[in-house]
């Protein structure tokens, strides 16, 4: 994409304060696709996703919009279940990217936050992958403080996400969140100023 904005991929596991760490390039003015958030617009009510998930999973569908509790407790496990709900999934998603990098084409650079980007190969189509990253008892301290989650449940998740050491070694920027806020953002400053330094070069 050399005629248009640097695509920065933004992943990391579970825990991990990714979510943060995107506010945080956020706050420096660069735009950020939210594939999480993105996902819970087609879920909602009216959402693209709601009649085709109500379709090929009875019971998940109430008032209109996906009951994700229900959904979750459909698929967890059930590896045929979980395809076919990535089947109907990524396909809209990938439809909401593409209209998110129309609208951000001017931009010098964008964020695509993306859970499972290395799960998924979407480090092939990035310019460069920043990894969230925390020590492993910080990370399961930080998710097990969620409503609902409990220690299996966390392994589950963790069991589909490749290790964080993989993705460290995998990536072009890590971001440590153990620090506090400040460290952080001084690690994304200087993230998007190499990045801006490169796109000019």
């Known amino acids: ?84 709900l990535e089947a109907i999934v990524h396909p809209l998603v990938a439809a909401e990217q593409r209209r998110f990098l129309e609208s951000a084409k001017d931009a010098e650079m964008v964020v695509l936050d993306i859970p499972l980007l290395f799960e998924t190969a979407g480090q092939d189509r990035v310019d460069a992958v920043v990894v969230v990253s925390a020590p492993p008892d910080l990370q399961r301290a930080r998710v097990l403080q969620r409503e609902g989650m409990t220690p299996e449940k966390l392994d589950h998740i963790l069991a589909r996400q490749m290790p964080d050491a993989e993705k460290r070694a995998k990536a072009h920027f890590v971001v440590e969140t153990d620090k506090g806020l400040d460290h952080a953002f001084d690690q994304v400053k200087a993230i998007v100023q190499k990045l801006g330094a490169k796109k000019h070069a």
Do not use: C, W
């Not at 506010?23 to 819970?40: C, E, I, M, Q």
């Open 1 to 84: 994409m050399a005629n248009g904005p640097l695509l920065i991929g933004l992943t990391g596991s579970i825990g991990m304060g990714k979510s943060e760490t995107a506010k945080l390039f956020a706050r420096l003015g660069v735009p950020v696709y939210d594939s999480d958030a993105a996902v819970h617009r087609l879920y909602e009510r009216g959402g693209a996703a709601v009649g085709a998930i109500g379709a090929a999973f009875p019971g998940t569908v109430t008032d209109g919009f996906v009951d994700r509790t229900a959904l979750s407790k459909l698929v967890a496990g059930h590896e045929r279940a979980f395809k076919q």
